[in-house]
């Protein structure tokens, strides 16, 4: 590697990068049993450690520091990032690599338990970062179309779109499970096993299997080795759970193959027996089930076997088997069928869920509680950030009548918060000032309205989502 060489530009290297992926992606999906034994020199190419960087950089993390206590900030003001780069492109090619030891961080999650984040040095991110650019164009060649999460052009609303499609044809069944601890408990040893089938490059299996045992100085001081799980919040780890996850979805495709074609599958159901389909988003997912409750929970005990084989557990707790008619709850929004207002017929609605919306009401609760120090035009700034948010997400669904609710509820969450903050101030003088046209406003900065946000039908995109390096990549119809 010649360190004195010019760096590309971030413009040039994402167009070089973007030519190899897309070249390692149709060599994968060309050859489903290719392995690729030349991989390592990707790693530490100029152009992939350069993409890594941007997107490293451009992460909220970059303002955190890992165990050396260095942030990208610190790297761009006192060590320059191409000096940055070529230290760590030289390491790489030397085989001189060696990962730190993640920073440990609990974070409070709903019910007072406390989910673990691995927090790596920059170093360490931008070396996982180009180990993603190179390992996921093939991965992504054998990624089943059920799963959606973390993985590019999908989506939240694609899998909630493919569950509302299959209930509303006779998959009235629903197992919806949960994993325990699925980033802390995936089996390294059966997941390198996977890593294998595509990857042959003994470099780059070491560097993998490195930042799985890079180890976790927690909160205490202590250094604890990791002998399972890939940390939280590392930029590889999406990517290899749901190269683990992918057992599930195989055992589900061939399912799916051996149920034969359309005509064959009805005939099933006819016969009594039963069809099904996985909808995955990470570790969460569901089973949709064309036939009775027992079918659904004969499905239990498969998943959990197949889930075994990877050192994962299905959480009791938040394993249950529902029918539509009952609705279930699924990554925020409440999938349920209903009557239609005025007809007999019935249909499959998306929402959003109640504890969606009590989490909404509960960061507009909290910063109308506070903040009374400053103008309203700050207050307004922070609540349309959540409003934004919250809104676009679930603006494709039957969102309409919540929507009405969270305005009024705003509306009067900031007017008490306006009452207290000016309480010598008449009522009328109040809506002069801070309420024209009787909406929270103050200078160009308004209160976001949600029920002026549009409401868009998703539209269902089945197994034909095209990956960023192929505009033409179609899968089997759902």
């Known amino acids: ?29 060309d050859d489903p049993d290719r392995r690729f034994d030349d991989l390592y ?5 100029p152009a992939f450690l350069t993409v890594a960087w941007g997107r490293v950089r451009g992460n909220k993390g970059a303002r955190t520091a890992g165990v050396d206590g260095q942030t990208a900030r610190y790297i761009e003001q006192c060590r320059g990032v191409e000096v940055f780069l070529a230290d760590v492109g030289a390491q790489l090619k030397a085989r001189a690599f060696a990962p730190l030891p993640v920073r440990e961080r609990l974070i409070p999650k709903a019910g007072g338990k406390l989910r673990r984040l691995g927090i790596a040095t920059i170093r360490d991110r931008v070396v996982q970062a180009a180990c993603k650019l190179v390992l996921e164009p093939i991965l992504e060649a054998d990624f089943a179309p059920c799963s959606y999460g973390f993985r590019p052009n999908r989506r939240a609303q694609d899998a909630i779109e493919e569950i509302r499609y299959l209930a509303a044809r006779s998959y009235e069944w629903v197992l919806e499970a949960d994993i325990t601890a699925c980033f802390d408990e995936i089996d390294h040893t059966a997941l390198m096993v996977r890593v294998r089938r595509r990857v042959g490059d003994k470099r780059v299996l070491a560097l993998v299997k490195a930042f799985l045992k890079a180890g976790i100085l927690a909160e205490d001081g202590a250094v604890r080795e990791i002998t399972s799980g890939t940390p939280q919040g590392g930029i590889l ?60 929970q004969a499905l239990n005990d498969e998943v959990a076997a197949v889930l075994a084989t990877m050192g994962l557990r299905l959480s009791e707790a938040k394993t249950s088997i529902r029918h539509i008619d009952e609705g279930v709850d699924f990554l925020g929004w409440r999938i349920q069928r209903h009557q239609q207002r005025g007809s007999t017929r019935r249909y499959v609605y998306t929402y959003p869920s109640k504890k969606a919306l009590a989490a909404v009401k509960a960061k507009v609760r909290a910063l109308t509680k506070a903040m009374r120090n400053q103008p309203l035009r700050v207050l307004l700034h922070r609540l349309n950030w959540v409003l934004r948010g919250w809104t676009t997400y679930f603006r494709h669904g039957s969102s309409s009548a919540t929507f009405d609710y969270l305005r009024a509820f ?34 160009t900065v308004r209160m976001v309205n949600p029920s002026a946000v549009a409401i868009v039908r ?8 095209p990956t960023p390096w192929t505009s033409d990549r179609q899968g089997s119809p759902t």
């Open 1 to 29: 590697m010649n360190t004195g060489a010019p760096w590309p530009t971030l413009e040039q290297a994402e167009a070089r990068v973007l030519g190899i992926q897309t070249k390692l992606h149709r060599w994968a999906t």
């Open 41 to 45: 020199n990707l790693v530490w190419d």
């Open 237 to 296: 780890s999406p990517l290899l759970s749901n190269l683990a996850l992918s057992a599930l979805d195989e055992q589900f495709a061939r399912a799916w193959q051996a149920m034969g074609t359309e005509s064959q599958r009805h005939k099933r159901r006819r016969r009594g027996e039963a069809t099904w389909r996985l909808v995955r988003y990470a570790d969460d997912f569901v089973v949709m089930v064309a036939g009775t409750r027992t079918h659904a």
């Open 410 to 443: 705003c509306w009067r969450r900031v007017v008490g918060w306006l009452r207290r903050k000016h309480p010598r101030i008449s009522w009328k003088e109040l809506r002069r000032r801070y309420l024209p046209g009787w909406w929270p406003a103050q200078g």
């Open 458 to 465: 998703y539209r269902y995109r089945g197994a034909k989502i």
